[in-house]
């Protein structure tokens, strides 16, 4: 079993629509959850983190956190064109020497005009 | 405040042979981060070192991966020697802390193709 997992997509979106994009981790001891956006050809850059149950809003995008049923998702309300790329859910876990982030595959994003 | 600084952009090189990339971090970032990405992955963990001592390096093919931070600033990953199978992007990454939630800042990669 993956760690992170993520439906590769593509998941295709009419542009103003909402993109739903949804994370699975296996670790319970996960403790904060970030979502990177990566342009093709580019290296991932943040969105958003979240730490705790709940939602949390920034923008257009919103982090949803479940913790007991380990699933993270991401909103992206009003989408564009140029929201068109890879959403990477990354999962960090506390270990002995500090902490991990382990990415999931990542679910690509195709928001059409 | 410059990025996070690699080269080179990118690097073709036959099966068997060696190669060096290299990494500078965000001036006053301890930690130091090596990702491998696949194309259509995610990025996967190499290495990561706070300062110039290695924190992890659990995924890291250690008979032919190596890597090093020198005086806890710049640092190069090597392969020696490569395999189809390394073809990847080869990212570095730093953050001010390694405990908490501090951003990592992405380099913008080497591309290694190995034929």
């Known amino acids: ?113 | 405040e410059a990025g996070v600084a690699q080269s080179p952009r990118y690097k073709i090189i036959e099966k068997r042979q060696s190669v060096a990339f290299w990494c500078n971090p965000i001036s006053g970032h301890a930690t130091l981060y090596w990702y491998q990405q696949i194309l259509g992955q995610g990025p996967k963990l190499l290495i990561q070192f706070q300062n110039n001592g290695v924190v992890d390096d659990s995924q890291l093919p250690k008979d032919r991966f190596s890597a090093e931070r020198l005086k806890g600033v710049d640092s190069t990953l090597k392969i020696q020697p490569a395999k189809l199978e390394d073809s990847a992007v080869y990212l570095c990454a730093s953050s001010p802390f390694i405990r908490g939630d501090y951003e990592q800042y992405f380099g913008p990669g080497t591309r290694l193709t190995v034929t």
């Open chain 1, 1 to 113: 079993q993956k760690e992170v997992e993520q439906n590769s997509g593509p998941l295709s979106v009419p542009e103003g629509a909402i993109a739903s994009l949804n994370c699975t981790y296996s670790d319970r001891g996960s403790q904060s959850f970030f979502w990177y956006r990566q342009y093709s050809g580019k290296s991932p850059e943040l969105i958003m983190f979240i730490y705790s149950n709940g939602d949390k809003e920034d923008g257009r995008f919103t982090a949803q956190l479940n913790k007991a049923s380990q699933y993270v998702s991401l909103l992206i309300r009003d989408s564009q064109p140029s929201d068109s790329a890879t959403y990477l859910c990354a999962v960090r876990t506390k270990w002995a020497a500090g902490n991990k982030l382990t990415f999931g595959g990542g679910t690509r994003v195709l928001v059409k005009p």
